[in-house]
């Protein structure tokens, strides 16, 4: 009898301590691995980052410049089982596909007028000045872009090596799964 209460005691306290890692991780903090070179030179492949969850919790807008973590089909609605199945502790035991999950930086916000022009980004008429890209942008000509509310424009820092709002376009704030803390 007494071992069959240690064990239920051993089970509690696991399952305990597993609800309380994927509260943090969907809802507080998580660490995720860049994927890929589209944040060069600011992120490099395989590293980690740890991401702020609580703008996603809360809805909070992003900043500009700051460095977000996004679900990048922007075609689906988000759900609250999208958040759990993103969580790593699942995804672990779930071998769940984050091939979605894209680091980004923000470049516009609602109401912004965005300007491709001569390899160089506009917003709202200003030149945007941008030191931590990789290279000077080669762009097939220019473009222009009108953020609508409730989502954000993103571009990665190595612009000829990125797939991001350039070619899925606005990314609703919903999306916006988290804020890379360091």
Do not use: C
């Not at 209460?5 to 998580?30: E, R, Y």
């Not at 097939?140 to 993103?154: T, Y």
Request: aromatic share 10%.
């Amino acid at each position: 009898m007494n071992v069959v209460k240690q064990m239920w005691s051993w089970f509690g306290s696991i399952a305990i301590s597993f609800v309380l890692v994927v509260f943090l991780g969907v809802f507080v903090f998580q660490s995720t691995r860049v994927s890929g070179h589209s944040m060069d030179p600011t992120l490099h492949d395989s590293q980690r980052v740890y991401v702020s969850k609580l703008s996603h919790t809360f809805r909070y807008e992003p900043n500009y410049e700051d460095i977000v973590i996004i679900d990048s089909r922007v075609e689906m609605k988000r759900t609250f089982k999208n958040d759990l199945m993103d969580s790593p502790l699942i995804s672990l035991f779930l071998r769940g596909d984050d091939k979605h999950v894209w680091i980004k930086r923000v470049i516009g916000k609602p109401g912004d007028e965005l300007e491709l022009r001569d390899n160089k980004m506009y917003r709202n008429g200003e030149l945007l000045d941008e030191s931590y890209i990789n290279e000077e942008m080669r762009a097939n000509g220019n473009r222009k872009w009108s953020v609508p509310a409730d989502h954000i424009f993103v571009m990665g820092d190595n612009r000829n090596n990125s797939m991001d709002s350039r070619v899925i376009g606005f990314i609703p704030i919903d999306h916006v799964l988290g804020k890379k803390l360091f």
